[in-house]
């Protein structure tokens, strides 16, 4: 597990001028917190750099997408979160919908 400063740098301007924005470590990565709930977080894994969670009726058609698959932790999937590679997150337009549905996503 290692930081990527420069993914957490695009998520951080993404989130500018959302109200209650808090950064925090943790699951190895950059957690970004919105409201008082994860929304996205950040941080080089071997099989993923970003992990967020989105609204649960975009699910399906967001595991259809490269690089995008369901998040698991400790053998668990993890209902609503997903992992992202680095092609899925690669150009600034498929970075700013997957961070916009984060904030969508039901809590």
């Known amino acids: 597990m290692a930081d990527d400063p420069e993914l957490t740098e695009r ?8 109200p209650d924005v808090v950064e925090r470590r943790m699951f190895g990565s ?10 996205v977080g950040v941080g080089r894994h071997a099989d993923h750099v970003m992990m ?13 997408e490269p690089g995008v698959r369901p998040a698991i932790m400790r053998g ?3 209902r609503g979160w997903l992992f992202f590679e680095d092609e899925a997150v690669a150009a600034d337009a498929a970075l700013e919908r997957w961070v916009s549905a984060a904030l969508a996503a039901e809590v």
């Open 11 to 18: 998520v951080r301007r993404l989130l500018d001028g959302e």
């Open 30 to 39: 950059v957690g970004f917190m919105v409201g008082g709930v994860l929304r």
């Open 52 to 64: 967020a969670r989105i609204p649960l009726a975009q699910a399906a058609a967001a595991l259809a």
């Open 76 to 78: 668990a999937r993890m």
